[in-house]
């Protein structure tokens, strides 16, 4: 069974500081998809990344930034410059390969003040 | 493209009654899932479908159900609603890349 885990329940930080949302996963297979997802106020979960368990590069898309270490098991996101928009609930979610549903963790609840 | 669309948005039932929900996925998406999230739970997979047959379920009991037409389009039923069904049904589509996008949910109010 796969397992993901958002140790960090709710984080503040003031506007334009950086923050780091950590995520742990286990699993027992060699290919998986790692994921990431916005939930603002509103609900909807807004899709952010996947990341293919062969492809450990960091990416990076504007103030956005992931750090893929299968070594630790890991898969965290560093938000730059963070903005009162960012404020929401952030899940890091797994997948098996296969027709597999996601396995999500508890998700981190972000403020950001202005 | 339009994004994934859920009907009703809120909706609030009594102990007992039944309430279907509605899905439309992205046009070309063919597969849907079914995702219920409550306070407690968090987020659990309820049940996909491709191309009309139900292809995974989640770990809930045959109260929930669901189907997919020949459209893609899929509904979920919860039958003798309960309190604790109270939550937020959120649909998924996949793409092509295993990313699922997601609409904005059917907040179920059980009293």
């Known amino acids: 069974a796969q397992k993901v885990t958002q140790a960090q329940t709710e984080i503040s930080v003031v506007e334009k500081e950086d923050v780091t949302l950590d995520c742990v996963y286990e699993t027992r297979d060699t290919t998986y998809y790692l994921f990431w997802y916005k939930q603002p106020p509103s609900g909807e979960l807004v899709f952010l990344i996947r990341r293919n368990s062969f492809d450990e590069q960091n990416e990076i898309s504007g103030r956005y930034s992931w750090n893929f270490q299968k070594s630790t098991s890991s898969f965290n996101f560093t938000i730059t410059a963070s903005q009162v928009v960012d404020s929401a609930v952030y899940f890091c979610?797994?997948?098996?390969?296969?027709?597999?549903?996601?396995?999500f963790g508890k998700g981190t609840r972000l403020s950001v003040i202005a | 493209k339009a994004g994934v669309t859920q009907t009703p948005r809120y909706l609030i039932k009594t102990r007992g009654q039944q309430v279907t929900l509605s899905c439309s996925p992205i046009s070309g998406h063919r597969s849907v899932s079914w995702y219920q999230q409550t306070p407690g739970q968090g987020l659990q997979f309820l049940f996909e479908?491709?191309?009309?047959?139900?292809?995974n379920k989640g770990n809930f009991p045959g109260r929930f159900s669901g189907r997919q037409f020949s459209n893609s389009r899929s509904e979920m039923n919860v039958s003798t609603l309960e309190l604790g069904d109270s939550a937020l049904y959120l649909c998924?589509?996949?793409?092509?890349?295993?990313?699922?996008?997601f609409g904005p949910g059917t907040r179920l109010t059980v009293t």
């Open positions: 998924a589509s996949k793409g092509l890349e295993h990313e699922q996008y």
């Open positions: 979610a797994i997948k098996a390969q296969g027709n597999t549903p996601l396995v």
């Open positions: 479908y491709f191309s009309e047959t139900q292809r």
